[in-house]
């Protein structure tokens, strides 16, 4: 079966001799594909077993644009791209760091990729496991309590809510800014579940979630615009009417 660079699109690999270890290198980028245990077959390289630990946990690099995709994101919430995928056996790539350069570890078959120069930079390097991050009372604090527990529309530490079901951010049909944290899809206030401050979409929602059109409806009915169908109604008066109604 024929590999592919990980970050290059349709690009395959290539099988080098390195050594007496045989290893896929990325013609157009340089960059180097380990199975497990051949990296530790060099001598002057350091084991990154300490860190597959933390690649558990750890981001994804996205394919097509480099950023970083949490575990709990299928794709790239900024531009939509896939995760690089391991050449070895297709499981999608943690990005860690071993002090003196990143590296990309497989948690499924072990494999490591490389980018062009990596390879250099471990010659001789001391790679251990990561500490754990002390914990802090600062920033993602649990937020205060409200009518006998958190706000679930409320992430910790913020100060407003989301806006109710039926404003026009919400449930009267214009288009949401928000998204499920799970798939990426969006979805308005009256269609969304919370839990914890992040949002979700029904199908993805935790057990726990509040959903949106649970909600109190904030506002009075006799304040906003209606279409009086005595006299027929035409596109003007329809559009009048959204507008009215977008305003409030």
């Known amino acids: 079966m024929v590999r592919s660079c990980p970050v290059c699109p349709s690009q395959p690999l290539n099988a080098v001799q390195a050594s007496d270890v045989e290893v896929d290198l990325c013609p157009r980028c340089n960059g180097l594909y380990f199975d497990r245990g051949e990296l530790e077959r060099f001598p002057d390289r350091p084991s990154l077993k300490p860190l597959l630990n933390a690649a558990k946990q750890a981001a994804s690099r996205c394919r097509k644009g480099g950023h970083l995709i949490p575990r709990a994101l299928a794709v790239c919430a900024t531009c939509n791209g896939q995760p690089v995928g391991c050449p070895?056996?297709?499981?999608r790539l943690a990005l860690v760091?071993?002090?003196v350069c990143n590296v990309d570890l497989c948690t499924h078959c072990g494999g490591t990729w490389l980018d062009a120069g990596k390879f250099e930079a471990l010659e001789n390097a001391s790679v251990?496991?990561?500490?754990?991050?002390?914990?802090?009372?600062k920033g993602w604090e649990v937020a205060p309590a409200t009518d006998g527990g958190a706000d679930p529309w409320m992430a910790p530490g913020a100060t407003a809510a989301l806006p109710p079901s039926d404003s026009p951010t919400g449930g009267l049909g214009v288009r949401s800014p928000l998204s499920c944290v799970q798939c990426g899809i969006q979805v308005s206030v009256v269609h969304?579940?919370?839990f914890n401050g992040d949002i979700y979409c029904r199908e993805h929602r935790p057990k726990g979630a509040v959903a949106g059109d649970s909600l109190p409806k904030h506002r009075d009915a006799s304040t906003m615009p209606t279409l009086d169908a005595s006299d027929g109604i035409d596109l003007a008066d329809i559009v009048v009417w959204l507008f009215r109604l977008l305003r409030r």
């Open 88 to 91: 070895g056996c297709g499981a």
């Open 192 to 194: 969304a579940h919370a």
């Open 97 to 99: 760091n071993a002090r």
């Open 128 to 137: 251990t496991a990561p500490k754990a991050a002390p914990a802090s009372n």
